[in-house]
């Protein structure tokens, strides 16, 4: 079975501009969450989605927003780019909610925001 | 607020020694927790996880203590090899339907294991 896909890997933008990443599930995982990864905050929940709608949320501006496809794809996007968001982004994809529903997660998406 | 948190931030370990990274919590909703295992450049993969009506879990090497009461668990890595070197993420969830998948992660421990 392939694991979890984020695309692109690595991005560039600078401060102001938006972005939108992406995430593939594993075949047959309903539940996709989002977190952040930086040295100074460690891992933090964004939000998780689950049959194309958000479940949870994080405590982050609402200039972090994402979505979940019919096919549990889901994307993440990131309005008015902060020099804060510089960050690795990581998917995680679950079965279902289940405690032991293990949680796999993606290689992550490296963003650079200058 | 860190509702997790863990220790030591860093730790060197000689090759087949132990080491033992500890985490407490403060939410008593928390009824799931895994540990997780990250490499330079990778997402975090799942180690090794416990519920709080058991004591401890062991995996091969790895073991998991739990102690509810004290709202503390730790994880040993037994036998410590060079390849164990990485990051280690305690993380802990709330396991009602209404809460999802939300993992609250610990801050991490860097292991070195020097061969």
């Known amino acids: 079975k392939a694991g979890v896909t984020q695309t692109p890997r690595y991005l560039i933008k600078t401060r102001g501009q938006q972005v939108t990443l992406s995430c593939s599930p594993i075949s047959g995982h309903r539940s996709v969450s989002w977190y952040q990864q930086t040295p100074g905050q460690g891992l933090q929940f964004l939000f998780e989605y689950f049959s194309e709608t958000q479940r949870n949320k994080g405590n982050f501006p609402g200039r972090f927003s994402g979505r979940q496809f019919s096919n549990s794809r889901s994307e993440m996007n990131v309005s008015t780019l902060e020099l804060g968001d510089s960050a690795l982004y990581l998917c995680?994809?679950?079965?279902?909610?289940?405690?032991?529903?293990?949680?796999?997660f993606g290689p992550g998406t490296r963003l650079t925001v200058l | 607020q860190q509702q997790v948190k863990q220790s030591p931030q860093s730790l060197i370990v000689q090759k087949g020694g132990i080491s033992i990274i500890n985490c407490a919590y403060e939410?008593?909703?928390?009824?799931?927790f895994p540990w997780y295992q990250q490499f330079p450049g990778k997402g975090p993969a799942l180690l090794i996880a416990?519920?709080?009506?058991?004591s401890e879990k062991k995996e091969g090497r790895f073991t998991i203590s739990f102690n509810k009461s004290a709202k503390q668990f730790s994880l040993h890595i037994m036998d410590s090899q060079p390849g164990d070197s990485a990051t280690y993420f305690c993380?802990?969830?709330?396991?009602?339907?209404?809460?999802?998948?939300?993992?609250?992660f610990g801050g991490g421990t860097r292991v070195l294991v020097k061969p």
């Open positions: 995680a994809s679950a079965q279902g909610a289940h405690w032991t529903d293990t949680q796999y």
């Open positions: 939410n008593t909703a928390f009824d799931y």
């Open positions: 416990i519920r709080p009506d058991v």
């Open positions: 993380a802990a969830r709330e396991v009602i339907k209404a809460a999802g998948n939300k993992l609250t």
